[in-house]
């Protein structure tokens, strides 16, 4: 019992999906331990000593659009890579003494996983941020190699597996064999841009200007890709552009999913763009074992049917997309020698 304890005590790695929308944080032996908006409110210090982190997580997420203007909420990762250096510290500093549930242990190794576009710069951004906040030793893992090992596939195999993992600030598309990437594209297109979407849509047909918080939930309730797909309505809320004034609307299927029809074709475009740099015995290999669809983003109604239709592929919804990553990057981290093989350099 007294190993098992000690044990517990110092198996604290973790493996942090760091990502535009959400930051999700596994814990080696416990499984995934937090899973919080990417969002941070600040204040300005008042003694010169610059910003002031008030709330990290869900608590700062609902103070978006609501603050007074003393008080910022900022989202610190932009795209998937770190627009705000000091902030992102701050933040992993919350979040890796929330996995920790705020005991005293050593410095972890933290494996963080990036988009595969992801530059030099960003990689140093990313590694520094971390260690930081407190990390012993960094290894930053592409978040399509950690979606298909999360979502089961054997990357180590001699064969093609394609993953299309759309997140909030990217969408990452891969195909990968022998631990490694043989081909990529990388778009910055996810759901924050669905979101924005639906926010313009709504600007121009009713004159209404909605907030970020609300767009999402019509994504999320009635928002659709597919032509066919069953049809509902949803009452949504904002400012009249013209009176200056609250105002109510109906929306339904049909509209999101016309406000839907650029990002998703973007999304389209660039899978059909990997197909084609693909090589052609792990294009066999696809045709054989589909298309693995992972990420937040892809929990869009039926947006597996439009790629089955468009590629003509076997396509295969990971059995968790929203923590696939995670649980990916968690996996390589129990398995040192596979972490090793997969991670950047």
Same mark, same amino acid.
């Given at each position: 019992?007294?190993?098992?304890?000690?044990?517990?005590?110092?198996?604290?790695?973790?493996?942090?999906?760091?990502?535009?929308?959400?930051?999700?944080?596994?814990?080696?032996?416990?499984?995934?331990? $937090?899973?919080?908006?990417?969002?941070?409110?600040?204040?300005?210090?008042?003694?010169?000593?610059?910003?002031?982190?008030?709330?990290?997580?869900?608590?700062?997420?609902?103070?978006?659009?609501?603050?007074?203007?003393?008080?910022?909420?900022?989202?610190?990762?932009?795209?998937?890579?770190?627009?705000?250096?000091?902030?992102?510290?701050?933040?992993?500093?919350?979040?890796?003494?929330?996995?920790?549930?705020?005991?005293?242990?050593?410095?972890?190794?933290?494996?963080? $996983?990036?988009?595969? $576009?992801?530059?030099?710069?960003?990689?140093?951004?990313?590694?520094?941020?971390?260690?930081?906040?407190?990390?012993?030793?960094?290894?930053?893992?592409?978040?399509?190699?950690?979606?298909?090992?999360?979502?089961?596939?054997?990357?180590?195999?001699?064969?093609?597996?394609?993953?299309?993992?759309?997140?909030?600030?990217?969408?990452?598309?891969?195909?990968?064999?022998?631990?490694?990437?043989?081909?990529?594209?990388?778009?910055?297109?996810?759901?924050?841009?669905?979101?924005?979407?639906?926010?313009?849509?709504?600007?121009?047909?009713?004159?209404?200007?909605?907030?970020?918080?609300?767009?999402?939930?019509?994504?999320?309730?009635?928002?659709?890709?597919?032509?066919?797909?069953?049809?509902?309505?949803?009452?949504?809320?904002?400012?009249?552009?013209?009176?200056?004034?609250?105002?109510?609307?109906?929306?339904?299927?049909?509209?999101?999913?016309?406000?839907?029809?650029?990002?998703?074709?973007?999304?389209?475009?660039?899978?059909?763009?990997?197909?084609?740099?693909?090589?052609?015995?792990?294009?066999?290999?696809?045709?054989?074992?589909?298309?693995?669809?992972?990420?937040?983003?892809?929990?869009?109604?039926?947006?597996?049917?439009?790629?089955?239709?468009?590629?003509?592929?076997?396509?295969?919804?990971?059995?968790?997309?929203?923590?696939?990553?995670?649980?990916?990057?968690?996996?390589?981290?129990?398995?040192?020698?596979?972490?090793?093989?997969?991670?950047?350099?």
């Amino acid at each position: 019992m007294l190993l098992k304890s000690l044990a517990g005590l110092f198996s604290h790695d973790l493996a942090i999906d760091l990502g535009t929308a959400n930051t999700l944080v596994y814990r080696r032996g416990d499984g995934l331990v $937090c899973s919080e908006p990417s969002v941070v409110a600040v204040s300005d210090s008042g003694d010169g000593r610059g910003q002031r982190v008030l709330a990290v997580g869900h608590a700062a997420k609902e103070m978006l659009g609501r603050t007074p203007g003393s008080i910022r909420a900022i989202r610190p990762i932009k795209d998937g890579v770190i627009a705000d250096f000091e902030v992102t510290e701050a933040m992993l500093r919350y979040f890796i003494a929330r996995a920790h549930n705020r005991r005293i242990v050593a410095r972890p190794r933290i494996v963080v $996983c990036v988009p595969p $576009c992801i530059t030099s710069v960003e990689k140093r951004a990313v590694r520094e941020s971390a260690l930081s906040a407190g990390a012993r030793e960094v290894f930053l893992i592409e978040e399509p190699m950690a979606a298909a090992i999360g979502a089961g596939l054997d990357v180590t195999a001699p064969a093609g597996n394609m993953v299309v993992d759309i997140g909030g600030g990217t969408t990452d598309v891969a195909v990968i064999s022998l631990s490694g990437i043989v081909t990529s594209r990388s778009i910055r297109t996810g759901g924050d841009t669905m979101d924005e979407a639906i926010v313009n849509y709504v600007r121009r047909k009713y004159n209404m200007l909605i907030g970020e918080r609300t767009a999402e939930n019509v994504k999320l309730n009635i928002g659709s890709a597919w032509s066919q797909s069953e049809s509902a309505a949803m009452e949504i809320k904002g400012r009249d552009l013209v009176a200056g004034i609250p105002k109510v609307v109906v929306t339904t299927t049909e509209e999101i999913r016309d406000a839907l029809v650029e990002p998703l074709h973007a999304i389209i475009e660039t899978v059909h763009l990997t197909l084609e740099k693909t090589p052609p015995e792990l294009a066999a290999d696809i045709v054989d074992r589909g298309i693995m669809l992972v990420g937040g983003g892809s929990l869009i109604q039926d947006l597996d049917q439009v790629l089955r239709e468009e590629t003509k592929l076997p396509i295969v919804r990971s059995e968790d997309p929203y923590t696939a990553v995670v649980h990916g990057a968690g996996e390589a981290l129990d398995r040192i020698s596979l972490l090793r093989e997969v991670a950047l350099a």
